[in-house]
């Protein structure tokens, strides 16, 4: 069965950087795209961008644009999401997804989510 | 990037009553395949979001059919019929026709009266 297991919580300081993993298991890596979604405590969900395995292509939310890098190893099938320049309004859960588009019908699998505080 | 938008935010609704949940597209999800797609999730407190409906209309297995979704175009509409009290949560509408790029709705808070 498809698994995603990220890395666990983190705690950084105003304007340091976070790395967080995300280690797939059940399917072969390469073959969908891992996206990061992100949740601040009582707030919704916010979709920062996508990271082909395979070509390592990705596409960020505009948001996101210069402050995210996504990046895999495809010999341990792990996925990566690294943001910059951290502020106090990037507190937030992030969570790995596969959001499978086509066929339809297999619904989203998600990973467990890893809490990242960024406090002084 | 295509913007999602939601209304109400919050909706109270009463045991039995129906809720009724609109979501607004800035662009067309109609993709050129002639596919929409449009997804509900439900995120209940301290769990990760479960997709309810694909492609406008479609549920997921094991979602009650008490959940629909309508909708075309730009403009989506998921309905709880009878809502019972494991319904409370957030809704969030998500987009998938400008795949790989995704966006969701700011959720709509479902709370019991």
């Not at chain 1, 601040?40 to 979709?47: D, F, P, R, S, V």
């Not at chain 1, 948001?63 to 996925?79: D, E, L």
């Not at chain 2, 609109?22 to 439900?42: A, E, I, K, M």
């Amino acid at each position: 069965q498809v698994q995603l297991v990220q890395s666990g919580a983190e705690v950084k300081r105003p304007g340091a950087s976070v790395k967080v993993s995300c280690q797939a298991s059940g399917y072969t890596f390469t073959n969908f795209d891992i996206n990061w979604v992100r949740q601040a405590t009582g707030q919704g969900l916010e979709w920062m961008g996508w990271m082909n395995p395979k070509s390592g292509n990705t596409g960020y939310a505009q948001k996101f644009q210069g402050r995210v890098t996504m990046t895999r190893n495809t010999s341990i099938s792990t996925a990566y999401m690294e943001l910059s320049s951290l502020r106090s309004e990037d507190t937030a859960v992030y969570y790995c997804a596969i959001i499978i588009v086509l066929p339809a019908t297999v619904p989203p699998y998600w990973g467990q989510g890893t809490l990242v505080t960024v406090s002084s | 990037d295509v913007v999602m938008t939601q209304s109400p935010l919050s909706l109270p609704v009463t045991l039995g009553q129906t809720a009724s949940i609109s979501c607004r597209s800035s662009q067309s999800l109609v993709h050129s395949d002639g596919s929409t797609y449009l997804n509900w999730f439900q995120q209940r407190p301290g769990q990760s979001p479960r997709r309810l409906i694909y492609k406008v209309s479609n549920r997921d297995a094991g979602v009650p059919d008490r959940f629909s979704g309508s909708g075309s175009g730009t403009d989506f509409t998921l309905k709880i019929s009878r809502v019972e009290a494991e319904d409370v949560g957030v809704y969030y509408c998500m987009q998938g026709t400008y795949w790989p790029s995704f966006s969701f709705g700011p959720g709509t808070k479902v709370e019991i009266k």
